[in-house]
């Protein structure tokens, strides 16, 4: 098992940044990559943002490329995400996601095995 607790989410004004933190305990090195995603009111939950933990390869969605970073500490398991120049539309539920299982296909949520609680992200305009 593997447990994620998400937090560094809150208000932010449109411009604005926030980063959000993911700390993985439990059995951690059976995790291949960690992911985070978002779900807006009435939405699926889409992709975000993904690393591998060896090699730290990443990936993000096109609408978000330029403005989130997503990086990890391997001797704290924890990964982060730097969200700058947030706009409205980023407004969400994050969540944190790993995967003990693959390494490729990490913007499909179903690949995931474990999930955070949510950190809610509000952008201001």
């Known amino acids: 098992q593997v447990q994620l607790v998400d937090s560094g989410g809150g208000l932010v004004q449109a411009g604005g940044s926030l980063r959000l933190s993911c700390a993985a305990s439990g059995r951690t090195f059976s995790s291949l990559a960690m992911g985070w995603f978002r779900q807006a009111p009435g939405k699926e939950r889409d992709f975000v943002a993904a690393?591998?933990?060896?090699?730290?390869?990443?990936y993000y969605a096109d609408s978000v490329k330029g403005r989130f970073t997503i990086s990890r500490d391997n001797a704290k398991n924890t990964v982060y995400l730097q969200m700058n120049s947030l706009r409205s539309e980023d407004t969400a539920v994050y969540y944190c996601?790993?995967?003990?299982?693959?390494?490729?296909?990490?913007?499909?949520?179903?690949?995931?095995?474990?999930w955070g609680q949510g950190t809610q992200v509000t952008v201001s305009s």
């Open positions: 690393i591998r933990w060896s090699g730290g390869r990443t």
């Open positions: 996601a790993a995967t003990t299982t693959y390494y490729t296909g990490l913007d499909y949520a179903r690949h995931y095995d474990y």
